[in-house]
């Protein structure tokens, strides 16, 4: 409700209460005692009013009902509040004719927060109602503090899980034994492992920030521009064997696959990533099999002829 224009003496109501009883004279009695202190009273005359009042919201800071009503009794109320994830935590007093312990015993154990016995004064009625008030309060500022609480230790917990993927990604990433390389979607290098420097005989300062086709054999580069352009517009990636140009001028001839990559749940790559294999490297093993075996062979061969020419010239008749 908005403060009236221009008046200064104007003050927020006390807290809002939502009472229910089945009895005129008692809700209008009860009504007036709350108003003359300051509270704003939504009264109803029965349990399924209530609830319905309380569904429709905004939820009061106090529910304050009768215990004998038709159609949904205070206990009845009680408990559909108590079972609603989103009402449970409502502070809520029953007024009863029922006096003595037992009755009061019973109120507090179906989950009442306090219990007032029929008749009382409006003087006991605005101080449990003030004492009432002041608890739903507190439960509010301690469940919005557990709430925050919650969400930071979520959000660090969330933080320290991405730290450390990040770290198993980096770690990963350094200790592959293939190359691996990281550069915008025009090429310019941003990231590159320790593998992909050793391929290329560069230092990592002497590869970020540049343009990937200075690194590539001119021979080779407008198949690579033709490839990546085809994967920029369909989004597919490609296998290319190609050659990377080394500082003292020799070649390398590498096989790489390259993939775009694609960042939050971007609809099209911001990142284009290259895993670079160095098979002139890897092949030098075999091709020094293939040498030793053709030097084995023509050893061999030298050998039989040698046998065979001896064998010829001992069979030879004396003259």
């Not at 709430?147 to 993927?165: G, K, M, P």
């Not at 034994?177 to 979607?185: H, K, L, P, S, W």
């Not at 911001?270 to 293939?290: F, G």
Request: proline share 4%; net charge neutral.
């Amino acid at each position: 409700m908005a403060p009236p224009a221009g008046d200064a003496s104007y003050q927020e109501p006390a807290g809002h209460v939502l009472l229910a009883d089945d009895n005129a004279d008692m809700r209008g009695y009860v009504r007036r005692i709350l108003a003359e202190g300051g509270y704003r009273v939504t009264a109803v005359d029965n349990g399924v009013a209530a609830l319905a009042a309380l569904r429709a919201g905004p939820l009061p800071d106090l529910v304050l009902s009768d215990v004998m009503m038709p159609e949904l009794d205070g206990f009845a109320l009680l408990a559909a509040l108590r079972a609603d994830e989103t009402m449970r935590g409502l502070v809520v007093m029953l007024l009863s004719a029922r006096a003595g312990e037992e009755a009061r015993v019973e109120g507090l154990a179906a989950g009442a927060d306090d219990y007032m016995v029929k008749p009382f004064s409006a003087r006991e009625l605005r101080a449990r109602v003030d004492g009432a008030i002041r608890l739903a309060r507190q439960r509010r500022a301690s469940a919005e503090r557990e709430q925050a609480l919650i969400h930071e230790v979520d959000t660090e917990r969330a933080r320290a899980a991405l730290r450390e993927s990040e770290a198993h990604a980096a770690s990963l990433f350094e200790q592959t034994a293939v190359g691996i390389a990281e550069t915008d979607m025009d090429g310019k290098l941003l990231r590159v492992n320790d593998r992909y420097c050793d391929i290329l005989g560069r230092p990592r300062a002497d590869l970020l920030g540049r343009d990937i086709g200075f690194l590539i054999h001119p021979d080779d580069l407008q198949k690579q521009q033709v490839l990546l352009e085809a994967m920029r517009e369909t989004g597919q990636s490609f296998d290319l064997e190609n050659r990377y140009r080394r500082p003292d001028g020799s070649a390398c001839w590498v096989h790489k696959t390259v993939s775009p990559v694609r960042l939050d749940g971007e609809a099209s790559a911001q990142r284009i990533l290259a895993v670079v294999i160095d098979i002139e490297t890897a092949s030098r093993p075999r091709k020094r099999c293939v040498k030793a075996a053709a030097a084995r062979t023509s050893s061999w061969r030298c050998w039989r002829t040698s046998c065979a020419t001896r064998w010829r010239r001992s069979a030879l008749p004396q003259i």
